[in-house]
Structure formats: structure tokens, C-alpha cells
């Protein structure tokens, strides 16, 4: 069942770093791919998205990068904060539906 | 506060027992979706509606579960004869189809068998 792959589990960034977390996906119907960002007791929350027909979406400190060669796509959160820590789940569906999530990556930024 | 509503927010149940979640999507949201997240995992797809129709099931949905949305409003995730593998997480979103179909996600119910 798992068609997207997310790496890595866990992330411990000082703040003001950058964050970077990877995934890769098996369907290429898929064309929505989503970053999702929850907080314990929280459903997720649409961070950014992305559709394959660019290479690069920036949204604030939010970046996501798509290679669709490579079947791969990676956000990148500039000057983390305390306030990023959360665990972080990549999704890729087709035409926004079924969407199939990684396992996610909890994020945890040092002060 | 007009984002996806879920009851019960906790919910705990003997082995054996009947159980039922409801959730109340964004309203003029014409798909609904169900999701299902245990410990440590993304959530997994389970169902979706659009309006009163379910259009698809996820082989995850057993003969135990059913999905209603009688109305296409509120919906209903009913889970027989529970056993301990059904505790869980289980999360609603609902999107408008056209409004680039941005799924928002409720607070989840969680489910724990005994």
C-alpha cells in the first residue's frame, strides 16, 4: 500500500537552519503533491503544494522541490523556528483524491 | 468555528462492541473523505464522497466498517464487531471540488479497543 516513501523519520535542526525532508513516489498518475504539518492532537494542515508541471514552489519559508525524473520531491523550511516543530507528511494523489501519505518526519527545532 | 468537526474526539470500547464517529465537514464541501492514522504512520485513505455517493473504497475498509453520508452533509463511519487492530486515529477532511479541491482535516477521533 505504501507508494510514497518519506525520509528522514526524525529531524533535529537548530534554529535559524534549514530543514529538508525528502520523499519519493512509485504512481506517476500522481499529479497533486501536498505537505501536510501536524501538531499532537491535531489533524493535518495543508503547509504547501505542488502540481508536477513545475519544478519549484515557494511559499514564505516553505519551498518545495519536484523532480519528476527522479519520481522525487523535498520541502525545504528556511530559518526553522521552535515553532516548526511538528511531524511533517508528504502526500501524492491523482487529481487530489485518495491521497496517499509517508510516514512523516517529526521535526523538532533547538532554540 | 467553520472548519471539519469530529465526535467524539476519544472514544474507548471493549473488543466485540459496535462503534460510531460522526463528522461534520466545512459546509458547502462537496467531498468528504475518511483516513485512518496509528502511531507513528501517515494517514491512510479509507473512503471518500462526493455528496451523497461514495465513489471510493480502500481495500483497508473491511465488511466491519461502513460510510454514510445520507445528506451529503454530515457523515458517519461505523466500525462492527471492533477488534484491538482498529484502534486508532481516525481523521475526516472535506474539500470543494473546483476550489482546488484543498482537503482540510478535523481533530480526528480516537479510537482504543480493549
Redesign the interface.
Same mark, same amino acid.
Given at each position: 500500500?505504501q507508494q510514497?516513501k518519506?525520509s528522514p523519520q526524525s529531524l533535529i535542526v537548530q534554529k535559524g537552519g534549514i530543514s529538508i525532508i525528502n520523499c519519493a513516489y512509485e504512481n506517476t498518475a500522481f499529479d497533486y503533491f501536498p505537505w %501536510?504539518q501536524q501538531f499532537p492532537?491535531?489533524?493535518?494542515?495543508?503547509l504547501i503544494?505542488i502540481r508536477p508541471d513545475v519544478s519549484e514552489k515557494k511559499e514564505g519559508r516553505f519551498t518545495i522541490s519536484f523532480n519528476k525524473s527522479a519520481k522525487q520531491f523535498s520541502l525545504h523550511i528556511m530559518d526553522s523556528q521552535p515553532g516548526d516543530s511538528a511531524t511533517y507528511?508528504c502526500?501524492a494523489s491523482r487529481?487530489?483524491?485518495?491521497?496517499?501519505?509517508?510516514?512523516?518526519t517529526r521535526l523538532t527545532v533547538k532554540p | 468555528d467553520t472548519g471539519?468537526s469530529q465526535n467524539p474526539r476519544h472514544k474507548i470500547t471493549k473488543r466485540g462492541q459496535n462503534v460510531t464517529f460522526r463528522c461534520d465537514p466545512i459546509s458547502e464541501h462537496n467531498r468528504l %473523505?475518511w %483516513?485512518r492514522q496509528t502511531l507513528?504512520?501517515?494517514?491512510?485513505?479509507l473512503t471518500?464522497f462526493q455528496n451523497e455517493a461514495q465513489?471510493?473504497k480502500?481495500?483497508?475498509l473491511s465488511d466491519r466498517f461502513s460510510a454514510e453520508r445520507p445528506k451529503g452533509s454530515f457523515s458517519t463511519l461505523e466500525i462492527q464487531r471492533t477488534e484491538q487492530g482498529d484502534s486508532a486515529m481516525y481523521?475526516c477532511?472535506s474539500?470543494l471540488v473546483g476550489a482546488?479541491?484543498?482537503?482540510?482535516?478535523?481533530?480526528?477521533t480516537r479510537l482504543s479497543v480493549l
Open positions: 500500500q510514497v518519506q %501536510y492532537g491535531k489533524g493535518p494542515a495543508l503544494a507528511f502526500a487529481d487530489n483524491n485518495d491521497m496517499r501519505f509517508g510516514a512523516g | 471539519v %473523505y %483516513y507513528g504512520q501517515g494517514p491512510e485513505f471518500y465513489l471510493e480502500s481495500r483497508l481523521l477532511a474539500s482546488k479541491n484543498i482537503q482540510y482535516f478535523g481533530a480526528g
